[in-house]
């Protein structure tokens, strides 16, 4: 019983500290929510749809990178796992234990994810001024730079415009795609425990049960 007691602080402390963290958003947040935010449901993992106009002013390189593009999707996860063409054991058990490093998926989206993912599962919340201005702050802070502070491009990203960036922080089995994105949403207001959401589904599920309508 001690041990399993021992197991659960360890899962619930170390589950809570990989980078890229969390930002709180400000304390005097009282705005209404305006700034819509999806997220959408890609099997294994989901990834964060953002307008591009929100997050350009932050990270430059993307428009460079992408022009006009009206939305940006971004996930994370293992540099080897996320980057492989075949998924293997040997690669997954290499991402849980081993991995080398991080990278951020970026796709360029024309239309809005509705439209571009229709035939996945997409689920939108809307946030606070202040929820929106943290959400930005932590996907800002999920890339590496350089000395120079400029992205680190990598390999050409897995489907549509899309490209791969050096990410922060360490993957590994409590500290996965899916507890990005959790921390993300977190991140931006929402009232979520990023330590258990390790699987998709329950990542999808807490936007649904918990999704705010837009004020215009």
Same mark, same amino acid.
């Given at each position: 019983?001690?041990?399993?007691?021992?197991?659960? /602080?360890?899962?619930? +402390?170390?589950?809570?500290?990989?980078?890229?963290?969390?930002?709180?958003?400000?304390?005097?947040?009282?705005?209404?929510?305006?700034?819509?935010?999806? +997220?959408?449901?890609?099997?294994?993992?989901?990834?964060?749809?953002?307008?591009?106009?929100?997050?350009?002013?932050?990270?430059?390189?993307?428009?460079?990178?992408?022009?006009?593009?009206?939305?940006?999707?971004?996930?994370?996860?293992?540099?080897?796992?996320?980057?492989?063409?075949?998924?293997?054991?040997?690669?997954?058990?290499?991402?849980?234990?081993?991995?080398?490093?991080?990278? /951020?998926?970026?796709?360029?989206?024309?239309?809005?994810?509705?439209?571009?993912?229709?035939?996945?599962?997409? +689920?939108?919340?809307?946030?606070?001024?202040?929820?929106?201005?943290?959400?930005?702050?932590?996907?800002?802070?999920?890339?590496?730079?350089?000395?120079?502070?400029?992205?680190?491009?990598?390999?050409?990203?897995?489907?549509?415009?899309?490209?791969?960036?050096?990410?922060?922080?360490?993957?590994?089995?409590?500290?996965?795609?899916?507890?990005?994105?959790?921390?993300?949403?977190?991140?931006?207001? /929402?009232?979520?425990?990023?330590?258990?959401?390790? /699987?998709?589904?329950?990542?999808?599920?807490?936007?649904?049960?918990?999704?705010?309508?837009?004020?215009?």
């Amino acid at each position: 019983m001690k041990a399993a007691g021992l197991f659960l /602080m360890l899962f619930a +402390v170390y589950g809570c500290t990989g980078k890229p963290y969390a930002v709180e958003p400000a304390a005097e947040a009282d705005s209404a929510p305006t700034q819509r935010v999806y +997220v959408v449901g890609h099997g294994w993992h989901v990834g964060v749809v953002v307008a591009a106009d929100e997050l350009n002013p932050s990270i430059p390189g993307l428009k460079e990178r992408f022009g006009e593009a009206g939305y940006y999707e971004l996930g994370w996860g293992d540099e080897g796992f996320y980057q492989a063409s075949e998924i293997t054991a040997g690669v997954t058990l290499r991402a849980i234990v081993w991995s080398k490093g991080t990278v /951020m998926h970026v796709v360029a989206l024309p239309v809005s994810p509705d439209n571009y993912f229709a035939g996945s599962d997409v +689920v939108d919340t809307c946030l606070t001024a202040e929820g929106a201005d943290s959400l930005i702050k932590y996907l800002s802070n999920s890339f590496a730079r350089d000395a120079n502070n400029n992205l680190v491009e990598l390999q050409r990203g897995i489907y549509g415009d899309s490209q791969f960036y050096k990410g922060e922080g360490r993957y590994h089995l409590l500290n996965t795609s899916n507890k990005w994105t959790a921390k993300a949403l977190k991140s931006a207001g /929402m009232e979520i425990s990023p330590t258990f959401k390790l /699987m998709a589904d329950s990542v999808l599920a807490f936007v649904e049960e918990n999704r705010e309508a837009c004020v215009r």
